[in-house]
């Protein structure tokens, strides 16, 4: 494999703020940025060489954008993987397209986890609210129901109680052809370990942030994690192996799920820059959407180094209240603050509009200014 140099040409399917992210990295080092989604105001099209503005089923087209770029990459998961291996067939795309086949679907991911001997939460694959009772006899209430397609950000899944939420919540995700059950566990912690590999195998690990949800959507992260090493070493380990099982060329990131009695389990795969590793950008020597492009590009992984505490927090179209921004004077008289927006023109409830990371020396310090700045965002 050639190495693939500044000057090149990179596409990217999807133009949402993690292709946004990649695009200024990659420009910044020098290389030429397509993005191909069908939202005419994607975030990313702003910072793009180009963007193919089309549906993503239109397969003359994605093939006209495939041959006018020297690598594929995407940025999220809901892309047909079928399409993203017809590209495959005379285009370098990475990661591949059998490892999106897999991650964007639940049933698959399980599958492919359970069969490799990695940890995952007891679950069962369900077609109907019979199997939904037959699984809480097995597995034991509560449960999350889980759509197998078309899940991030709390979307797709909800929780189950009681054998009467069985209807209810298969109603709830539309009664799917297809859906899994997972046992809901009493958890301690949550993280999630980056890892970039190369062509060659080579690989490099971010620090690990620890992940804080409401809603089950993302709300904040904290780096260090402050999870006993062994914990982290041991889940490197397992992230590592399952992104060599892939054959990974590029970011795979592993959730993880850290039980109350210290056991861990790998909840969901995703083989793209994260949210939880948006600190990388303002805190590590090398970003993760830089070591993206390196990795796929052929070149030298960057040194991750942590170059202090940092906390991440995601903003979200609530904080935009009665059709006014926050006040975004206020919030950067916070010296150790650096925000980003995303430039999406619409704010929703749960909709993620940016983030901001507060840096410092003192893990406490920090968390304090975080209470100051969320005075601010919620106008207290």
Known sequence: MKEILPG??????????????????????????????????????KVASRHWNYPYDDSDRLKDFSQSVDILTYEFENIPAVLV????????????????????????????????????????????????KDAAARLGLPLILKTA?????????????????????????????LALVEKKLDLFAEFSVIVALGYKKNYAFFPIPRNFHRNSILDYSIVPSNIEKKIEETAKEIALAIALSLKVVGLL???????????IFVNELAPRPHNSGHFSLDSCLTSQFEQLIRAICNLPLGQ?????????????GDLWQDGQSPNWIELLKIPSLKLHLY????P?????????????????????LDKQALKILQRI
């Open 85 to 132: 291996k017809k590209l495959e067939e005379n285009s370098l795309v990475c990661p591949s397209g059998s490892v999106l086949d897999i991650s964007q679907h639940r049933v698959k991911e399980k599958e492919f986890l359970a069969c490799n001997g990695f940890p995952v939460v007891p679950h069962q694959v369900v077609r109907s609210v019979e199997d939904i």
């Open 8 to 45: 090149s040409t990179i596409g990217i399917l999807g133009g949402g703020q993690l292709g946004k992210m990649t695009a200024m990295e990659a420009r910044r080092m020098g290389y030429e940025i397509e993005i191909y989604d069908p939202d005419p105001f994607c975030p990313a099209a």
């Open 304 to 316: 991750t180094t942590l170059r202090g505490p940092v906390f991440m927090r995601n903003l979200l």
């Open 149 to 177: 397609l078309l899940g991030y950000d709390g979307k797709g899944q909800v929780q189950l109680h009681s054998i009467e939420d069985c209807q209810r919540g298969w109603e709830d995700i539309g009664k799917p052809v």
């Open 253 to 263: 990131t592993v959730e993880f799920f850290l039980t109350e009695n210290a056991e």
């Open 343 to 346: 430039g999406k023109k619409h």
């Open 348 to 368: 929703r409830i749960g909709r993620k509009m940016g983030h901001y990371c507060l840096l410092g020396e003192d893990l406490e310090e920090i968390i304090s």
